[in-house]
């Protein structure tokens, strides 16, 4: 059938040094990742020594007025959050005209580098990797802030165990990835279809998400897999989300209701938590 989950134990991210020396005080390091909104790096804090992510904004995104004022709403709600499966934001503040944010350095590797060429993981294995996300999740909307760009990317295996959820914060000014090149922008293959077309959005948006995840992850493949992204965004438009034992034949028919309900496209009829 398939491995019982993703390995919990990952390897650090790969980065070469970069040319700039430091940005709010914070030394970079090396950079970790580039994607459509600017850069992440590993930074150190001069005098205390620590250790952080450090991720810019670009200029050029930065200047957007409608992005800024966005941009701050989503961080301040970042800014309460406190969860051990949430990286704990340190600062927020501007270089110039760019905006950047010091979070909690957490090393080790992503979902996303466990997926691809129909790898599949156990059902009990994959829910009990990602319960913490759940977890952080149902927190947040608790605390009546959605996350809106689940992805496996945005799911960190950590070197010491743990499984984070990395993202918050940007979830609403990031833009759709409308390509197979496009990296670091909002994947449609895990967006509920209601975000897709403008429509505002509550928990129930990330209870889509994460189960798109969960369907990737035991099945092998992505639940709208198509030969073109205009395919793929209609038929997560306008068709029901597949029967997870389509798919997977082998996997319990308890667990194929619970994802229908979850990836239902009527936000009305999904179940409304994600520790379900």
């Given at each position: 059938m398939?491995?019982?989950?993703?390995?919990?134990?990952g390897?650090?991210?790969?980065?070469?040094?970069n040319?700039h020396?430091?940005?709010?005080?914070y030394?970079l390091l090396?950079?970790?990742?580039?994607?459509?909104?600017?850069?992440?790096y590993?930074?150190e804090h001069?005098?205390?020594h620590?250790r952080?992510?450090?991720?810019?904004?670009g200029?050029?995104v930065?200047?957007?007025v409608?992005?800024?004022?966005r941009?701050?709403?989503?961080?301040?709600s970042?800014?309460?959050l406190e969860?051990?499966a949430i990286?704990r934001?340190?600062?927020?503040a501007?270089?110039?005209?760019s905006?950047?944010?010091?979070t909690?350095l957490?090393?080790g590797?992503?979902?996303?580098g466990?997926?691809?060429d129909?790898?599949?993981y156990?059902?009990?294995?994959?829910?009990?990797?990602?319960?913490?996300i759940?977890?952080?999740?149902d927190y947040a909307?608790?605390r009546?802030?959605v996350?809106?760009?689940?992805?496996?990317?945005?799911i960190?295996?950590?070197?010491d165990?743990?499984?984070?959820?990395?993202g918050?914060?940007l979830?609403?000014?990031?833009?759709?990835?409308t390509g197979?090149?496009?990296?670091?922008a909002?994947?449609?293959?895990?967006?509920?279809?209601?975000?897709?077309?403008?429509?505002?959005?509550?928990?129930?948006?990330?209870?889509y998400s994460l189960?798109?995840v969960?369907?990737?992850?035991?099945?092998g493949?992505?639940p709208?897999?198509?030969k073109?992204w205009i395919?793929?965004?209609?038929?997560r438009?306008?068709?029901?989300p597949?029967?997870?034992?389509?798919?997977?034949?082998?996997?319990?028919t308890?667990?194929a209701?619970?994802?229908?309900?979850a990836m239902?496209r009527?936000?009305?009829?999904r179940?409304t938590?994600?520790c379900?």
């Amino acid at each position: 059938m398939g491995q019982e989950a993703p390995p919990e134990n990952g390897s650090r991210p790969k980065g070469e040094s970069n040319g700039h020396q430091s940005v709010g005080g914070y030394r970079l390091l090396r950079e970790l990742d580039t994607d459509s909104l600017g850069s992440v790096y590993e930074a150190e804090h001069p005098r205390l020594h620590r250790r952080v992510a450090l991720r810019t904004i670009g200029t050029g995104v930065a200047r957007d007025v409608s992005f800024s004022r966005r941009f701050l709403l989503e961080l301040r709600s970042y800014t309460a959050l406190e969860h051990e499966a949430i990286p704990r934001l340190y600062k927020l503040a501007y270089e110039g005209e760019s905006p950047y944010m010091v979070t909690e350095l957490v090393a080790g590797s992503t979902l996303e580098g466990w997926f691809g060429d129909g790898q599949r993981y156990e059902p009990l294995g994959v829910i009990a990797l990602l319960r913490p996300i759940a977890s952080a999740l149902d927190y947040a909307h608790s605390r009546a802030t959605v996350h809106r760009d689940v992805k496996p990317a945005n799911i960190l295996l950590a070197d010491d165990g743990r499984t984070m959820l990395t993202g918050f914060g940007l979830g609403t000014v990031a833009s759709f990835n409308t390509g197979p090149g496009a990296s670091g922008a909002v994947a449609p293959d895990y967006v509920a279809p209601e975000r897709l077309v403008g429509r505002e959005v509550d928990g129930r948006a990330d209870v889509y998400s994460l189960a798109a995840v969960i369907f990737e992850a035991t099945t092998g493949r992505r639940p709208f897999s198509s030969k073109s992204w205009i395919e793929t965004l209609s038929r997560r438009l306008y068709e029901p989300p597949p029967n997870v034992r389509e798919v997977a034949e082998d996997l319990p028919t308890t667990f194929a209701a619970m994802l229908q309900e979850a990836m239902d496209r009527d936000p009305n009829r999904r179940c409304t938590g994600c520790c379900r």
